[in-house]
C-alpha cells in the first residue's frame, strides 16, 4: 500500500514524545523524536479530497510569467490515489490554429502495485494511455495530492533517512523544530532540511533539498493551515519552487474533506474508446475498442461517478502470446501466496494521547477478509495506564481502548500495547505517546 512510502522503521518506535498542538513546549528534541513526532500526526489521516487550483510561474527574460493553469480533483487513500487536471498552457509561443488546444486533461490513478495515465487533448489527437507498474509516477507531480504537500520529502524514502546523522535545533524565533538529513548508503545525497511546526500538529510545513554549498535546489512550503472539526491541520495553500530553473508552482484548495469514505470507483478509471494503450506491465500496445461516452456518460463523468466501459484490444499474436506467459507467471504466484497465512493489518501503529481525550481507536483487517481474532492483550508503560479495551471487532473491526497519563508524570509519556491475533505468530505492537505538561521543565 501507499502508506509504506512513509513508513519510519520499527527500531526507533520506542524514542517517542509528541507534543499536540494545544500544548507547546519549547524543548530540545532528538530528531529521532521529531521523525516519530510527524509519523505520529500523518497517521491521524487516512482520506483527502479536494478540488484545487494550481498555477506555476517562470521567470523569462527577467519577468515572471503564468506558463501554466491547473483545475485539480485530488483523492488520496492510503491504498490507492487519483487525480484528474485539465491543464492549460498560457506560454507566447503556444501554437495556434484549428487542430490545436492549449487545454490538456491528465487523469491518474495508482496502487501500490500498479500505475495508469489518460493524456487527452481537446482537439483531433488520440487519446493515449499508460499502464506501468509499481506505485510512482516519472512525474511525480503528476499525482500531487494534498497529504503529499504535506508529507512528501521530496520523493525520498523515509525509511533510508540517515537517523544517526541527523541534526535537530529549535528555533525560538520562528517557533519551530529544524531538522536536517540525509538518505543514508548515498555518500554523495543532498541536505534534506525541514522545518516543523508543534503548534500545528508536527507538519513540515517547510521542506528544502539544499546542496553540501547551501544552496536551495528544490523547496516546498505549506501555509494558510486551517482546523478540520476533528482537530486535524490541513493547509489551504501550499507550493514548490526550483530556483534554478526559475520556476514556481502555486496552489490553493478550494474545496476538501478529510477522513469522509471514498468510493472505490471514484479511485479509478477506464480508458475511452480510441485510447491507444502503452502497457508496459504485460508488454503490450493497443487501441481501445467498444462503447464510447454518450451524453448520459459524460454527464456522469462530470459529476466524478466512474463510467464502465467495454474495452477490447487489437493486438499482435505475439504480444498475446507474451501476456499469456506473464498471466500464468501470475498465477503462479498467486498460488504460491494462498499457501501464505493471511496478514494482519493494525492501524494506526502510533497514537497521540492527549489530555482532552480518554478514547482511542485501533482498526483491525486480515488480508484474506475473515475477522482478526484476539486471543490476548497487555500493555507495558510505566507512565501511561490502561483503563479498559472493548473487543469490537466481530461488529466494527474495532478495538477501543481508554488510556490516560498518570497523575504522577508531568514529561513525555510511551506506552505499548502487545496483541496477541490467532494465526499470527509475531506479537503485534502499538504505541501510544503523550506530551509533556505544559509548563514543566
Known amino acids: ?36 513526532l510527524m509519523k505520529a500526526s500523518s497517521e491521524q489521516y487516512d482520506t483527502f479530497e479536494a478540488k484545487i487550483k494550481s498555477t506555476i510561474y517562470q521567470k523569462i527574460d527577467g519577468k515572471v510569467k503564468t506558463t501554466l493553469t491547473e483545475d485539480i480533483i485530488s483523492r488520496w487513500t492510503r491504498e490507492k490515489r487519483f487525480s484528474k487536471t485539465i491543464s492549460t498552457t498560457h506560454l507566447d509561443e503556444t501554437p495556434t490554429g484549428p487542430d490545436y488546444t492549449p487545454i490538456i486533461r491528465t487523469t491518474c490513478a495508482i496502487t501500490g502495485h500498479w500505475r495508469k495515465r ?11 494511455g499508460y499502464v506501468e507498474s509499481g506505485m510512482f509516477l516519472k512525474d511525480p ?36 523544530y529544524v531538522l536536517n538529513f540525509k538518505i543514508r548508503d548515498v555518500p554523495k545525497s543532498h541536505l534534506f532540511r525541514l522545518y516543523i511546526d508543534p503548534s500545528r500538529g508536527f507538519i513540515p510545513v517547510k521542506r528544502e533539498y539544499v546542496k553540501d554549498d547551501g544552496t536551495v535546489m528544490a523547496k516546498a512550503e505549506c501555509s494558510d493551515l486551517r482546523q478540520t472539526k476533528g482537530g486535524l491541520w490541513i493547509p489551504y495553500k501550499y507550493s514548490w519552487i526550483a530556483p534554478r530553473s526559475k520556476i514556481t508552482n502555486s496552489s490553493e ?10 468510493a472505490d470507483n471514484l479511485l ?11 502497457d508496459e506491465m504485460r508488454g503490450l500496445k493497443y487501441t481501445v475498442e467498444g462503447v464510447d461516452e ?7 463523468a462530470a459529476s466524478e461517478t466512474a463510467t464502465d466501459v467495454t474495452l477490447t484490444a487489437r493486438v499482435k499474436e505475439e504480444h498475446l502470446r507474451a501476456a499469456a506467459s506473464k498471466a500464468e507467471q501470475m498465477l503462479e504466484t498467486l498460488t504460491a501466496e494462498q ?16 489530555n482532552d481525550k480518554y478514547e482511542y481507536k485501533l482498526s483491525l483487517a486480515k488480508s484474506d477478509g475473515t475477522k482478526p481474532v484476539l486471543l490476548n492483550y497487555e500493555f507495558e508503560s510505566g507512565s501511561l495506564e490502561l483503563s479498559s479495551l472493548k473487543n469490537l471487532i466481530d461488529d466494527q473491526n474495532q478495538l477501543v481502548l481508554s488510556i490516560n497519563r498518570k497523575q504522577s508524570h508531568s514529561r513525555f ?12 505468530d509475531e506479537v503485534i505492537k502499538v504505541t501510544f505517546v503523550s506530551p509533556p505538561l505544559q509548563d514543566t521543565p
Not at 487533448?121 to 487519446?127: I, Q, S, Y
Not at 484548495?253 to 471514498?262: G, L, M
Not at 479509478?268 to 502503452?278: M, Q
Not at 510511551?414 to 491475533?421: A, F, K, R
Open 339 to 354: 499457501a501464505v497465512p493471511p496478514a494482519i493489518q493494525v492501524w494506526p501503529t502510533i497514537v497521540l494521547v492527549t
Open 268 to 278: 479509478d478509471f477506464a480508458f475511452p474508446k480510441g485510447t491507444i494503450v502503452h
Open 253 to 262: 484548495v478550494e474545496e476538501v474533506k478529510v477522513n469522509e469514505p471514498i
Open 118 to 128: 489518460l493524456i487527452q487533448a481537446e482537439d483531433n489527437r488520440t487519446p493515449r
Open 1 to 36: 500500500m501507499i502508506a509504506n512510502k512513509f513508513v519510519l522503521f520499527s527500531a526507533i518506535l520506542n524514542l517517542l514524545c509528541i507534543i499536540p498542538g494545544s500544548l507547546v513546549a519549547q524543548e530540545e528534541l532528538s530528531p529521532e523524536q521529531l521523525f516519530l
Open 141 to 176: 507531480q503528476e499525482c500531487y495530492t494534498i497529504y503529499d504537500a504535506m508529507w512528501d520529502l521530496f520523493a525520498a524514502p523515509w525509511d533510508r533517512i540517515d537517523i544517526v546523522k541527523a541534526t535537530a535545533t529549535f528555533n525560538k524565533d520562528e517557533n519551530n
Open 294 to 300: 454518450g451524453p448520459a456518460d459524460k454527464a456522469q
Open 413 to 424: 509519556a510511551s506506552g505499548t500495547l502487545l496483541l496477541q491475533l490467532k494465526g499470527h
